[in-house]
T-cell receptor, first 118, second 115 residues
Framework: DGGITQSPKYLFRKEGQNVTLSCEQNLNHDAMYWYRQDPGQGLRLIYYSQIVNDFQKGDIAEGYSVSREKKESFPLTVTSAQKNPTAFYLCASSKLGLAGGTNTGELFFGEGSRLTVL | AQKVTQAQTEISVVEKEDVTLDCVYE???????LFWYKQPPSGELVFLIR??????QNEISGRYSWNFQKSTSSFNFTITASQVVDSAVYFCVHQGGQGAQKLVFGQGTRLTINP
């Protein structure tokens, strides 16, 4: 089945360590996104990529890094510079372009990765 | 700047009751889209509906209906005859005219349907 796969589902990290969250999609979507979700809050955009080898900072990029070497993959690294990394991280993908016609503009989400810093 | 407000943090109803989730937005865009997403306990967000700013026609899909009123900047979501499977967090989302990177999420409403 087509979809987005995130791993690991749960991750524990000690302070000062970098961790990498995996996101793979087989929907043939050009655009991919990383969001952070904190309790009682909406999603906030960390990074997004519209094409291989290119990505842009979102609203809360500090302390995070990404790469987009393949269309299917968009891993997120949470670095030790991120002051408050404990959160739920969601990866998403979409077709490029504005919503309209057959393009609903919807994002397809993975099931998320919950990162806890000990 | 765009802003989406879902004033109801949590709603709890008994099964078969009707329930309305409120969404109010602020925008300077003349063209924009509004979405509702459902986040079940499994974690992934599921797309429910998209509305563009030029289409104020209400929509019904089974037990779900949406009321878009541009005059009050609201895009409310009603579930009729609620079921336990409707329990989830629901997000109202605004997308500006520059693509998905301009998505603004509301804080979400946690809906609990009790048997």
């Amino acid at each position: 089945d087509g979809g987005i796969t995130q791993s690991p589902k749960y991750l524990f990290r000690k302070e000062g360590q970098n961790v990498t969250l995996s996101c793979e999609q087989n929907l043939n979507h050009d655009a991919m996104y990383w969001y952070r979700q904190d309790p009682g809050q909406g999603l906030r955009l960390i990074y997004y990529s519209q094409i291989v080898n290119d990505f842009q900072k979102g609203d809360i990029a500090e302390g995070y890094s990404v790469s987009r070497e393949k269309k299917e993959s968009f891993p997120l690294t949470v670095t030790s510079a991120q002051k408050n990394p404990t959160a739920f991280y969601l990866c998403a993908s979409s077709k490029l372009g504005l919503a309209g016609g057959t393009n609903t503009g919807e994002l397809f989400f993975g099931e998320g990765s919950r990162l806890t810093v000990l | 700047a765009q802003k989406v407000t879902q004033a109801q943090t949590e709603i709890s109803v008994v099964e078969k009751e009707d329930v309305t989730l409120d969404c109010v937005y602020e925008t300077r865009d003349t063209t924009y889209y509004l979405f509702w997403y459902k986040q079940p306990p499994s974690g992934e967000l599921v797309f429910l509906i998209r509305r563009n700013s030029f289409d104020e026609q209400n929509e019904i899909s089974g037990r779900y209906s949406w009321n878009f009123q541009k005059s009050t900047s609201s895009f409310n979501f009603t579930i009729t005859a609620s079921q336990v499977v409707d329990s989830a967090v629901y997000f109202c989302v605004h997308q500006g005219g520059q693509g998905a990177q301009k998505l603004v999420f509301g804080q979400g409403t946690r809906l609990t349907i009790n048997p």
